[in-house]
């Protein structure tokens, strides 16, 4: 197993996780690589550190990133939270929040096609992860809304949008 201690290639292109490791690396994130396909990491987002897991399908040339915020729905609360997660995809333009069926947790999910030669470049690895995190950070608020603050689906949103709006 791979850790941040240890050194990756630095070039213009490299293998999705060898890139995301040096990324990772550079910014001084924890993470740990378990194989040539899988880095999992974490990174503090303006609301709450975010565990991120990104998987190398070199099958498809297909990387995908999951970002994971530490939230949970409870079965009592899972109505206006899937109202609120189809409201919340409706804004992104890349990628979307699901929330997994084991355990309840919410998730954030993109995945990339990568060209022919499989390799990722710095700035694609960098817009990657930090489109996860943003998007992560702008909506976690209307999550905490619906699950905290007992608000309805479209006023979480509405609410988290004005308040993120307000902070720019």
């Not at 990387?63 to 939270?81: D, T």
């Not at 608020?141 to 307000?166: E, T």
Request: proline share 4%; aromatic share 10%.
């Amino acid at each position: 197993m791979r850790t941040s201690e240890q050194a990756y290639p630095r070039g213009d292109d490299a293998a999705p996780v060898d890139m995301l490791a040096a990324l990772f690396e550079a910014r001084g994130w924890p993470f740990e690589t378990a194989s040539h396909e899988e880095l999992t990491g974490e990174i503090q987002g303006s609301w709450t550190k975010y565990q991120l897991r990104a998987i190398w399908r070199q099958e498809d040339n297909v990387l995908q990133l999951l970002c994971i915020p530490e939230v949970r729905v409870p079965p009592e609360k899972s109505g206006q939270a899937f109202e609120l997660l189809a409201m919340v995809n409706e804004q992104i333009w890349m990628g979307h929040f699901d929330v997994w069926s084991q355990g309840g947790m919410l998730v954030y999910r993109n995945a990339a096609l990568l060209g022919g030669d499989g390799l990722l470049s710095l700035d694609q690895a960098q817009m990657i992860v930090e489109t996860a995190v943003e998007e992560c950070d702008r909506f976690y608020p209307a999550f905490q809304f619906v699950l905290w603050g007992d608000k309805q689906a479209r006023d979480a949103l509405d609410s988290a949008l004005i308040d993120a709006a307000g902070e720019a």
